[in-house]
């Protein structure tokens, strides 16, 4: 039997898989083409660059985290909306990616992550021999 | 203008399922504090009260110095600005936008309490945090006497 691809029609470009077990919020995320390179910014404010964990696998880009909650006790909060706990954000790429380029900046709050995409063409070069 | 998601041709129904989704992470406050939000949307924010002071954190991500601002004005805390997006004009290579932008206002009552004049506002890696230190007796406290 086949296996499908997709289990259901998505965007064919960028697509989000269902979140991992056991998360606690999902960061907003953009998601943007262009021609050499896909970029995803996260909205994930109040963490360090290494709080962040990037995997690109077979052409799945994973960022996932944890932003601790705040630390007094609960009974000194008054209102608590803001998330905490672990995140985690999948997207698949339509094309083929670059996946030893990738790289990635947190810059007030937002993680930017560059995915280049891969030369599907390669161009041959031919060496001529000249014919007197 | 405010930005709209971005909602690519040819998309499955379904899609708008996950949108739904999205939006049980929104804010959900209890709290006396008078939250209000106007315009556009508005961000998540924790407060914190002890003797002290109040702290109120927001989640304001990407801000830049000049689009924010923040006062006080007859005992309530106003923090309003606008989140740009960044690539007006290549939105139509997104091909999903999430995050939102444009302008927000949240206003909240303080209490009595509030030293106005100390108040200290700090913005680092998307998030504001605004100290607002507590006198001892409320401004117009007034004892009176019983003859």
């Given at each position: ?19 991992q ?23 994930a404010?109040g ?8 995997q690109?696998?077979?052409g799945v880009?994973?960022?996932s ?20 706990g ?15 380029n ?31 | ?19 739904l989704?999205e939006?049980f ?63 007006e004009e ?17 206003t ?28 001892d ?11």
């Amino acid at each position: 039997m086949r296996m499908l691809r997709y289990h259901y029609p998505v965007s064919p470009a960028v697509a989000e898989r269902r979140p991992q077990p056991q998360i606690d919020w999902s960061p907003r995320a953009d998601a943007q083409e262009t021609a050499t390179e896909y970029v995803v910014r996260v909205d994930a404010p109040g963490l360090a660059e290494s709080d962040f964990d990037i995997q690109l696998d077979r052409g799945v880009l994973t960022v996932s985290g944890e932003r601790k909650a705040p630390e007094a006790e609960d009974a000194s909060y008054v209102l608590r909306e803001r998330s905490a706990g672990r995140f985690s954000r999948r997207f698949r790429f339509a094309g083929k990616v670059d996946a030893d380029n990738v790289s990635a900046r947190y810059e007030k709050g937002v993680l930017e992550v560059y995915v280049p995409k891969a030369e599907t063409i390669r161009k041959v070069p031919v060496e001529y021999e000249t014919v007197q | 203008m405010s930005l709209t998601r971005y909602n690519p041709r040819g998309l499955a129904p379904w899609f708008d399922f996950d949108r739904l989704f999205e939006d049980f992470d929104r804010p959900l406050g209890v709290a006396p504090f008078r939250g209000g939000a106007e315009a556009g949307w508005a961000p998540a924010v924790d407060v914190f009260e002890d003797d002290k002071e109040i702290v109120l954190t927001a989640d304001l991500p990407d801000m830049d110095q000049k689009d924010l601002d923040i006062h006080v004005e007859d005992n309530h805390l106003t923090i309003k600005g606008e989140r740009k997006f960044e690539n007006e004009e290549k939105k139509d290579q997104y091909h999903r936008i999430e995050r939102r932008y444009g302008s927000f206002q949240r206003t909240f009552a303080l209490p009595d309490t509030v030293d106005a004049d100390n108040i200290g506002a700090k913005y680092d890696k998307g998030v504001l945090k605004v100290t607002l230190p507590k006198l001892d007796k409320p401004k117009n406290a007034r004892t009176i006497q019983v003859k």
